[in-house]
């Protein structure tokens, strides 16, 4: 009789667990969402402004159902579209990418890299996450330079370790970004300083939220951090969230909108429309876009 209750009790859990990781790899994970937030960051008569954040989508060729999702996010009009990198996971994806982005083309528009736009994805023990030094494995070379040229021969601005203004809804933003600190390859002393007094409102842009680089910014007055690269934890657990970020960033911040601590500043990072391709899974934790309204304080 003990035997059967624990043969019983094994096949239970091993059901459950099927029937969660089918749900994490075939549901979760194609649960495209649309996240909005209020950032109350604006003098007070001044208009609100849309900012459209996406972040991570690792785009593989054949992911039809995930391009035709961004770009249908053009209908939702955005002042300024800001993209904080990991576009590509394969070398064959600037195809996607640019199938899923081109509708947002036509808008105001910045990005950053991130690690995955640089050398493709590996595989690697999904444990290692938890491991705070565990060393950094490059992959097959990615089309880079042909992506940075779709963006910037549609008019994006370029903010990998640079700065610059842009006018976008009406306003003078100051824009500044640094390139992927994940692989440290970000040099913000190349470009901080003060925010401009000649702008209505300032952004940087990150793909990996390290503090070490969040502090900078948001020391130099940048009203609104923007990163991704956490994937939101990409597997959490309800009632706790998020059990690594794969950077310095609190879990408690792995994802969503955040008062960036000692500072003015708000940091948005995005969980990301993505997954890396060895773990296609996500669970309490759906890949989203996210519209941001800058609204008065």
């Not at 961004?70 to 209908?75: E, G, H, I, K, R």
């Not at 300032?202 to 923007?226: C, K, N, T």
């Not at 879990?251 to 995005?270: F, K, T």
Request: aromatic letters at 8%; one cysteine or more; glycine letters at 10%.
């Amino acid at each position: 009789m003990r035997k059967r209750t624990l043969f019983r009790l094994a096949a239970g859990t091993a059901a459950v667990g099927g029937a969660t990781l089918a749900y994490a790899s075939l549901v979760e994970r194609n649960m495209f969402t649309l996240r909005r937030y209020d950032v109350p960051m604006l003098p007070t008569d001044a208009e609100p402004l849309r900012v459209l954040h996406l972040s991570d989508l690792h785009m593989m060729p054949d992911q039809a159902r995930k391009q035709h999702w961004v770009a249908s996010l053009a209908a939702l009009d955005p002042d300024l579209v800001v993209v904080t990198g990991d576009n590509m996971a394969h070398p064959g994806a600037v195809p996607g990418v640019l199938r899923a982005l081109q509708p947002l083309l036509d808008y105001p528009g910045a990005f950053v890299f991130g690690s995955n736009d640089y050398t493709g994805p590996v595989w690697k023990n999904p444990f290692t996450y938890f491991l705070p030094d565990r060393e950094y494995t490059e992959g097959v070379e990615l089309p880079y330079e042909e992506l940075r040229q779709v963006f910037t021969g549609a008019g994006w601005l370029d903010l990998n370790n640079a700065r610059t203004m842009l006018k976008a809804g009406g306003r003078q933003i100051d824009l500044v970004g640094v390139d992927d600190p994940h692989i440290e390859r970000d040099d913000y002393g190349a470009v901080d300083g003060a925010v401009s007094s000649s702008a209505d409102l300032s952004i940087a842009l990150a793909h990996s939220p390290e503090p070490r680089v969040l502090d900078q910014m948001a020391a130099d007055g940048f009203g609104l951090l923007l990163a991704g690269h956490t994937h939101g934890g990409q597997v959490c657990v309800p009632g706790v969230g998020a059990l690594v970020t794969n950077c310095g960033l609190p879990r408690s911040m792995a994802r969503g909108l955040h008062r960036w601590p000692g500072s003015d500043s708000w940091l948005h990072v995005s969980a990301g429309l993505g997954t890396h391709p060895t773990a296609p899974v996500r669970f309490a934790c759906p890949p989203e876009a996210t519209i941001l309204t800058l609204i008065p304080r």
